[in-house]
């Protein structure tokens, strides 16, 4: 039997969808400043993407393009400016930021209430205190709304995530804990992964490094969800081996088409977030 593919395309546009009908009665569109550093060859392919996606459903969206040589200062007093703009719903930077920023520095410096990408110290420990956060950070919520169109309950569910990154396997992590499940981040240093994803139920793979998950790592009828987007002979490919472990998954997301497109809905879907809450 074959693993049940979970349609990241087809979840991520029925969300776009519900945001576009929602945008329609808005008398004034809610509005995303991002801001880019530079002209990494992802992060330009991303932004483009993100502000794509933002435009169908209505969502204006203001790009700030800096050059590479760019100051913290400068963007420091830029995301001030953006705080201060009732007209700016949400505030994002794309990360990788060049070497010379301290990155955790201005994280800090966006107002807590625009922070849709969920970043920020108040959003995230909020989510670890199991409160509520103005916005959890969209890789994560995406992951969880995969996660959730094949598993009903939850809890109790043994999960080894691969990767404990800021933006992706630290607050997911806290998410599945806060449903109740057991939790097993897996790093760089961690000894014999496959020993612990082979008693794992769900396996999230974010560690970036292609087709690195096997058939033999993984438990008969497992959710396995695929983070990485890995460049390899020319093609797109993740961190699980998905041809190999096919046949034994319950249920497994592609990529592309997993958990990419999610995370683009999960940002439009907190800059809608974040126009309610200012416009309480
Ligand atoms: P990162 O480099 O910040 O973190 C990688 C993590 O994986 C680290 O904790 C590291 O210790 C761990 N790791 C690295 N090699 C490992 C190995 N051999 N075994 C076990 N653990 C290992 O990366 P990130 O930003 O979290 O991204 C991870 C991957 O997910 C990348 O391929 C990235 O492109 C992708 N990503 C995809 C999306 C999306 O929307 N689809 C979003 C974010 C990241």
């Known amino acids: 039997m074959s693993a049940k593919i979970i349609d990241g395309r087809q979840i991520a546009a029925k969300i776009r969808a519900?945001?576009?009908?929602?945008?329609?009665?808005?008398?004034?569109?809610?509005?995303?400043?991002?801001i880019l550093v530079g002209n990494d060859d992802a992060s330009v392919i991303y932004v483009r993407n993100k502000q794509k996606f933002a435009q169908e459903i209505g969502m204006r969206t203001t790009l700030y393009h800096l050059p590479e040589t760019t100051d913290s200062a400068a963007v420091l007093q830029l995301i001030e400016k953006l705080n201060n703009d009732k007209d700016v719903n949400g505030i994002i930077v794309q990360l990788p930021l060049p070497d010379h920023f301290n990155v955790h520095e201005v994280i800090h410096q966006i107002s807590p209430l625009k922070d849709v990408d969920g970043f920020h110290p108040y959003n995230t420990g909020m989510l670890q205190n199991n409160e509520d956060p103005y916005f959890i950070a969209a890789t994560p919520l995406g992951i969880m709304k995969l996660i959730q169109n094949v598993e009903t309950e939850l809890s109790g569910k043994n999960v080894v995530i691969i990767g404990a990154s800021l933006i992706v396997g630290r607050p997911l992590a806290t998410l599945l804990l806060n449903h109740e499940c057991t939790v097993t981040v897996t790093h760089i240093h961690t000894r014999n992964i496959k020993e612990l994803t082979r008693k794992a139920d769900i396996v999230v793979a974010a560690c970036g490094v292609a087709n690195m998950v096997k058939n033999d790592w993984i438990k008969k009828g497992a959710t396995l969800i695929d983070v990485g987007i890995n460049r390899l002979e020319g093609k797109i490919c993740g961190d699980i081996d998905f041809?190999?472990?096919?046949?034994?998954?319950?249920?497994?997301?592609?990529?592309?088409?997993?958990?990419?497109p999610m995370t683009i809905a999960m940002l439009l879907q907190n800059t809608?977030?974040?126009?309610?809450?200012?416009?309480?």
Do not use: M, R, W
Request: aromatic fraction near 4%; proline fraction near 9%; charge should be positive.
């Open 243 to 260: 041809a190999d472990v096919c046949g034994t998954a319950g249920a497994i997301t592609p990529v592309p088409g997993g958990v990419g």
């Open 18 to 34: 519900t945001l576009k009908e929602k945008i329609s009665v808005l008398p004034l569109k809610p509005h995303l400043a991002i």
């Open 272 to 280: 809608v977030d974040a126009y309610f809450l200012q416009n309480k």
